[in-house]
């Protein structure tokens, strides 16, 4: 479970300042699949990011039950001079999960061949996407944060990585950033939209994607 107690983030830009979250109280039950929409620039990913512990809220706090995923497709924490194969042995160390077994899933997965074992310094961004989201797939958590993983690659990698994600939401809960309505419907049991710091909860996941698709217009 996710739970945002008056949770709140702005920024000055330019000596102005923009609300991300003002004083948003909300729960993300444990086990469901939350969408999580809004229009650009609206703050989903600062909102991803605060929950992965990588960005303080301004005020407020985010409480939170079971494990925890980095944002999936996160590839900023690679050590560039390690190669892929020993990112991923790290990577696994720290979460304890068996290091051979995951290698093993990344190198099948990610489709890097022998760029596995080379630095990851030397990979292209989608490349680097890759292999953070074979790692990140590779690893059971009770909660993936989700950030538009799935237009990496070509159709068949997307495809292959839709069909892992949902085979994933079967046993663990989430919270997706998409802008893929097909895959939300899909796999999602709720929704939130974010708008202008603000957040509306829908069970109804249909009426969340049409209450979005009228802010859009």
């Known amino acids: 479970m996710i739970e945002l107690v008056n ?6 830009l330019r000596g102005a300042r923009t609300m991300v979250a003002d004083n948003i109280n909300a729960t993300f039950p444990s086990g469901k699949t939350v969408a999580l929409l809004g229009r650009n ?6 909102l991803l990011r605060m929950i992965a512990g990588t960005m ?5 706090e985010i409480k939170i039950t079971g494990s925890m995923s980095w944002p999936v497709g996160f590839a900023g924490s690679f050590h560039g001079d390690l190669t892929g194969s020993q990112n991923a042995s790290f990577i696994a160390r720290i979460y304890g999960v068996d290091t051979q077994e995951l290698c093993d899933y990344v190198q099948d997965f990610a489709e890097l061949g022998q ?3 080379l630095p990851v310094r030397s990979y292209s961004s989608g490349m680097r996407s890759r292999l953070a989201f074979g790692i990140s797939m590779g690893i059971q ?6 950030d538009e993983v799935t237009s990496v690659g070509d159709a068949a990698f997307r495809r292959k990585s839709r069909e892992v994600l949902v085979d994933r939401m079967k046993s663990s809960g989430a919270i997706m950033v998409s802008h893929d309505m097909g895959i939300i419907e899909a796999v999602c049991d709720h929704a939130a939209i974010l708008e202008k ?3 509306i909860y829908f069970e109804d996941v249909k009426a969340a994607i049409a209450a979005h698709r009228e802010l859009m217009l």
Do not use: I, R
Request: aromatic share 24%; charged share 15%; hydrophobic share 30%.
């Open 7 to 12: 949770l709140t983030k702005y920024f000055y």
């Open 41 to 46: 620039g609206a703050g989903k990913s600062s």
């Open 56 to 60: 303080w809220p301004s005020d407020g």
């Open 115 to 117: 760029h596995f074992n």
């Open 141 to 146: 958590f009770d909660t993936y944060l989700v």
């Open 197 to 199: 710091g603000k957040m």
